[in-house]
T-cell receptor, first 114, second 115 residues
Framework: KAGVTQTPRYLIKTRGQQVTLSCSPI?????VSWYQQTPGQGLQFLFE???????NKGNFPGRFSGRQFSNSRSEMNVSTLELGDSALYLC?????????????FGSGTQLSVL | AQSVTQLDSQVPVFEEAPVELRCNYS??????LFWYVQYPNQGLQLLLK??????LVESINGFEAEFNKSQTSFHLRKPSVHISDTAEYFC?????????????FGKGTKLTVNP
């Protein structure tokens, strides 16, 4: 069974640009969550999508957005990039119908903003 | 507020020494507890979990954790570490109440095993 796949693996952007990250969940998993990981803040929850609907949202500005497609694949978009957006962005999938939910993580996208 | 505290940000140990990584959570009615491990340049992998039943849970690679409700702790231990255990370890807690659940991560503990 394939794991969670995130693309691209690395990204270098400049301030002011926008970026789109992609996540393909494990087959059968309908929930996708996104996290930002930085050395100082650790893992911070961005948002969760389930069946194409945003279920939960963390405390991030509106520059961070996401969406989920009918095949459960998800994309995350960051507009008007800032230096502080440099981080590892992790995607995790789960079977939302299992309780409690267990997360399966991808390897992440390392975003560097110059 | 619901929180998870990992008391040590970095833990250096020598190979074959015992190690304990500490995790405390804020008290709540129902909690489910997890330890995740992150090896360099990789995502997080589930190491072990406590959902119910025996308070001592074990992983396949020799780690164990004990749920202590009175101490609100879920410390991770290994009696003898290997170089390959060098990684960052995250404690995570699902707080469940009133039909909703919220997953909270600790800030992580970097374990470095030296020869």
């Amino acid at each position: 069974k394939a794991g969670v796949t995130q693309t691209p693996r690395y990204l270098i952007k400049t301030r002011g640009q926008q970026v789109t990250l992609s996540c393909s969940p494990i087959s059968g998993h309908r929930s996708v969550s996104w996290y930002q990981q930085t050395p100082g803040q650790g893992l911070q929850f961005l948002f969760e999508y389930f069946s194409e609907t945003q279920r939960n949202k963390g405390n991030f500005p509106g520059r961070f957005s996401g969406r989920q497609f009918s095949n459960s694949r998800s994309e995350m978009n960051v507009s008007t990039l800032e230096l502080g957006d440099s981080a590892l962005y992790l995607c995790a999938s789960s079977r939302r119908d299992s309780f409690p939910m267990e997360l399966f993580f991808g390897s992440g996208t390392q975003l560097s903003v110059l | 507020a619901q929180s998870v505290t990992q008391l040590d940000s970095q833990v250096p140990v020598f190979e074959e020494a015992p190690v304990e990584l500490r995790c405390n959570y804020s008290s709540s009615v129902s909690v489910y507890l997890f330890w995740y491990v992150q090896y360099p340049n990789q995502g997080l992998q589930l190491l072990l979990k406590y959902l119910s039943g025996s308070t001592l849970v074990e992983s396949i690679n020799g780690f164990e954790a004990e749920f202590n409700k009175s101490q609100t702790s879920f410390h991770l231990r290994k009696p003898s570490v290997h170089i390959s255990d060098t990684a960052e370890y995250f404690c995570a807690v699902i707080y469940a109440q009133g039909g909703s659940e919220k997953l909270v991560f600790g800030k992580g503990t970097k374990l470095t095993v030296n020869p």
